[in-house]
């Protein structure tokens, strides 16, 4: 799976979106269900966490990705946090104050739908949003200059470094949909019913700025593209193989984690399971 890991500069207009992988559905199954006892380990040998950041343009797929990917988890082993517009108490903090809240525990899953990259994606296709963070030194918007970005991307490397180094295991999909594919899709919104309170006329109003935000989004994958915390553009077109290169990116790279194992009982216990055994079958 290392075709879809970023790791020299790409350019999204030459990226695929449209691969099917007609055993994707059943393949899937497999390996959330092994992702979910991996999971289990993990919780045991509490030494890392993962971070899963999911990336895209409106209706790329994540919810349903997230729904159909970690479904066979303990829910107390998983927990999903989609970050939207700050809210008072958040813009009195700094933009990553409230990212650092919600970070998974040891031996967690976390998964953020929509992630920190809003703060270089939303708010460099509307820069007038800064405003609202009432730092010192940005006044008016032309004061967010590339300067202002340059340290943007340079603090958000430096968050994704220092939780890398303490134990976060860090996955970044971006989830790559074509335009077309995204109209066919706000179009089934509109026609069935049922769907009809996701659509918003604002989808509309940002699906005029798409080559805006694929230019952020390309600018984003280039910078911060790390191996401690690298990116992966994902075809999304079809939604069924999309979920199932996620969940097999993950697990694959996991298994690397050779460490990663239940605790051994220490000696004493161990050379008494006998005794304790026949404890519990005595009462």
């Known amino acids: 799976m290392d075709e879809f890991k970023v790791t020299s500069p790409i350019t999204l207009k030459n990226t695929e979106t449209k ?25 045991a040998h509490n030494k890392y966490a993962v971070l899963v950041c999911l990336q895209g343009m409106d209706t790329s797929g994540k919810d349903s ?13 998983v927990e999903v946090h989609s970050f939207k517009v700050p809210t008072e108490q958040e813009l009195s903090h700094d933009y990553l104050w409230r990212h650092y809240l919600v970070l998974p525990e040891r031996g ?28 010192p030194t940005v006044n008016t918007v032309d004061d967010i200059n590339d300067a202002f970005w340059d340290r943007r991307f340079q603090q958000i490397n430096s968050f994704e470094k220092h939780i890398a180094e303490n134990g976060t295991l860090i996955f970044k999909f971006f989830l790559n949909l074509s335009k077309e594919e995204q109209k066919h899709r706000l179009l089934r919104r509109l026609n069935k019913q049922e769907k009809q309170w996701k659509f918003s006329p604002g989808d509309l109003k940002e699906r005029k700025l798409w080559d805006d935000y694929q230019n952020c989004y390309e600018d984003a994958i280039n910078r911060t593209s790390k191996p401690h915390a690298p990116w992966y553009i994902i075809p999304a077109d079809d939604k069924s193989t999309a979920r ?19 605790p051994e009982l220490e000696d004493d216990v161990k050379e008494n399971l006998a005794l304790y055994k026949r404890q519990l079958r005595s009462e």
């Open 65 to 77: 990705l997230v729904r159909e990917v970690f479904k066979d988890f303990n829910v107390r082993g």
């Open 108 to 135: 967690k899953f976390g998964i953020f739908n929509r992630t920190h990259y809003e703060n270089v994606l939303v708010t460099r296709v509307h820069p007038e949003y800064i405003l609202n963070e009432n730092i």
């Open 19 to 43: 691969l099917v992988i007609k055993t994707a559905k059943k393949e899937l199954k497999a390996f959330r269900k092994q992702l979910g006892d991996l999971q289990n380990t993990m919780y």
């Open 244 to 262: 199932y290169l996620v969940a097999k990116i993950i697990y694959d790279t996991l298994l690397t984690y050779t460490d990663i194992k239940e």
